[in-house]
């Protein structure tokens, strides 16, 4: 069989042994061809082929639930769920998610994106089925990376003390995006090397190979279960949960995971089957990858591995920017000091890591560990820098708020992919943050317009001795290395006037400043754009000279319009200006596509704002 053929799960449920290895074959090379074409997550659905297939085999969705954590690895899921055709427009516009999606299909029964969700959502679902007193199985799979979550650890806690039957899935391929970091890996080492499962189940005489499964496994499933019962299989990590383990067993082996998920499936509460997988196999680069490059990946060509796009040369993203700007203060600087919240391939801080091993800390995916732990450093004397995503600050709202801002402690946020990311779809657009934090008393929060820009402010940022924000967009910008800093004045807004009688006035920020002064001089027409920098606090002066001019006013926003700029403005002034027009992203969730595509759906193109202008002149 195909894999574009695959129907439903119902294809692979009479295959022997023999076939399904065959179909995983074909699915990895299925995988690594369509994702060099598209993009995607590459690794961790290399990693999952042989576990979703036996995942599959032994359950039966959509009436069983099966919950994958974060989502990123659910390719060979959305195969044997009828989806493979779809796969050359995944992650694009109306086109297949990246992630779990009820809308796509009822054998998607929860959605993520997110880290470190589905063990709570497996406690949800089983206990809706008791208390309805219905009849399905609730599998959660989670990797090694999310487990560092503090939402798992307060599911498995929660999960240890209710005992509803449900089955945890750890996947341990020892990765997070790059190499994970967890307090308990010791223990997880520990399991790692137990022959436990296998001398247990050395009993169960593998002789199914060739035929259909299943025949001899309910007797040994009795007898691991007796084991189970009688504490012959010790896993201090989560026997501490009052949890059940099973493992480890190998997950690239069909037969050995079909036994030990039809044993799980027999035992009674919770259980965890803990599975070692590899990350990236089949692909040689990718398997051999310790930095998380291979983790997500753009459009790439199969035979190098080298990527289809490049940079312009004299381009760098905004996180390189930042980054080699905190390599340089770092090196006059001895107490700065950099964390992320398992983040450090994609904010680019590898060679942080590697220049100032003493002072780079990688926390596991702990978005709110990270920035309460980062304000105790900085009463403890030191200077952090804490890089988190848009998105995943929104785990740390609390945090911001109860220990950054209310404390006042000069912590600098650097928040990487702000505003629409694309292809990560609605679960990642970075649109939120400047309502979430504006409202946060002490906080600054700033986004450069370029990035000679952005190394000033950050040079202003850690000057300041103040909790300071500064956001910046996914994507590459011009770079040179500005030698002589500036302090910047915190609340300052520049503006800039194009032509000699200006008839409008543009509010914006970040990229788009420049954006719309090219557009404004190509088309000839006179305008004042005014570079908003500062978010919080907002430039009053500048905002009363700008509303004395009598001209149209608007504020040209790419992010959730809702708390965000134009209403700080409309805050500050408390009244509306004679024209006051503002764009921006309406109170709903984005939807994946390019940035491009989005921009247009919303409204926010610069289409938009010029033809608005037009109407001015
Ligand atoms: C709250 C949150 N923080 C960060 C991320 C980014 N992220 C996505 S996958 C991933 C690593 C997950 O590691 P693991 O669970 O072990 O899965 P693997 O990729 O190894 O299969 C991270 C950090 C996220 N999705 N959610
Ligand atoms: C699954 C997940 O949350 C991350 O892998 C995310 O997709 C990374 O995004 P970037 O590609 O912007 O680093
Ligand atoms: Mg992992």
């Known amino acids: 069989m195909r894999v574009t053929d695959i129907q439903s799960p119902k294809d692979i449920k009479s295959m022997n042994v023999r076939q399904l290895e065959n179909l995983a074959d074909q699915i990895r090379t299925f995988l690594i061809e369509s994702i060099a074409r598209t993009g995607g997550h590459l690794s961790s659905n290399l990693g999952v082929v042989e576990l979703t297939l036996a995942m599959h085999y032994v359950f039966n969705a959509p009436k069983d639930k099966l919950i994958f954590d974060v989502g990123h690895q659910c390719y060979t899921h959305k195969i044997l769920t009828g989806r493979a055709q779809m796969f050359p427009l ?9 992630y779990q999606r009820m809308h796509e299909s009822p054998y998607d029964c929860w959605e993520a994106g997110h880290s470190s969700t589905s063990l709570s959502a497996a406690l949800g679902f089983a206990t809706a089925r008791d208390l309805l007193k219905q009849n399905y199985e609730v599998v959660a799979l989670i990797g090694d990376g999310s487990l560092t979550g503090g939402m798992a650890m307060e599911a498995l806690n929660d999960i240890g003390s209710k005992q509803k039957k449900l089955i945890i899935i750890f996947n341990d391929n020892n990765m997070s995006i790059s190499r994970n970091h967890a307090g308990f890996e010791e223990r997880i080492t520990a399991l790692r090397a137990s022959k436990v499962y296998r001398s247990t189940k050395q009993g169960m005489k593998s002789n199914l190979k060739n035929n259909k499964m299943g025949q001899n496994v309910l007797k040994q499933v009795t007898k691991v279960k007796d084991h189970i019962k009688d504490g012959v299989i ?23 995971l079909i036994n030990v998920l039809e044993t799980a499936k027999e035992h009674d509460g919770p259980i965890v089957v803990h599975v070692l997988t590899r990350k990236g196999k089949g692909y040689p680069y990718a398997e051999q990858d310790q930095t998380g490059k291979w983790h997500g990946v753009s459009p790439f060509d199969v035979k190098t591995g080298e990527p289809l796009m490049k940079l312009p040369y004299d ?55 990270t920035v309460t732990m980062a304000g105790a450093m900085a009463l403890g004397g030191l200077h952090p820098f804490v890089s988190v995503y848009s998105t995943f600050l929104q785990r740390a709202y609390d945090q911001m708020n109860h220990d950054i801002g209310r404390m006042k402690l000069p912590v600098v946020i650097g928040i990487d992919r702000a505003g629409l990311v694309g292809q990560d779809g609605d679960t990642h657009q970075g649109v939120f943050d400047i309502a979430m934090l504006r409202s946060i008393p002490n906080l600054i929060l700033s986004q450069p317009q370029d990035a000679a820009e952005a190394q000033n402010l950050l040079y202003t940022a850690f000057r300041s001795g103040k909790p300071f924000c500064i956001r910046y967009p996914r994507g590459n910008v011009k770079y040179e290395e500005v030698t002589d800093l500036q302090d910047i004045e915190i609340g300052s807004w520049t503006k800039t006037t194009v032509g000699t009688h200006p008839k409008s006035i543009v509010i914006t920020y970040g990229p788009d400043v420049d954006h719309v002064i090219a557009k404004a001089k190509t088309n000839n027409m006179d305008l004042i754009v005014v570079n908003a920098r500062f978010f919080k606090p907002v430039d009053g002066t500048m905002i009363d000279e700008l509303y004395e001019t009598g001209l149209p006013i608007h504020v040209f926003e790419t992010d959730c319009r809702i708390g965000s700029l134009s209403t700080a403005i409309l805050e500050y002034r408390n009244r509306v200006a004679p024209q006051f027009q503002t764009f921006g992203i309406d109170d709903h969730f984005v939807e994946q ?3 491009r595509s989005l921009r247009i759906q919303e409204h926010i193109g610069l289409e938009d704002l010029f033809e608005e202008l037009e109407q001015d002149v």
């Open 234 to 256: 010790d896993a201090p990590l989560f026997r501490e949960f009052n949890l059940d383990y099973i493992g480890p067993v190998d997950g690239h082996n069909l037969n050995e």
């Open 315 to 369: 381009h760098l993203t905004w996180s390189e920017v930042i980054s080699r700007t905190l390599m340089r203060f770092a090196k006059k600087d001895k107490k700065l000091v950099v964390l992320t919240p398992a983040m450090a391939q994609g904010s680019k801080l590898l060679e942080f890591s590697k220049a100032y091993p003493d002072r780079f800390f990688d926390c596991g995916i702990a978005e709110q560990h």
């Open 90 to 98: 995944l992650r694009q516009r109306n086109g297949l998610s990246g």
């Open 593 to 595: 596509g390019s940035v």
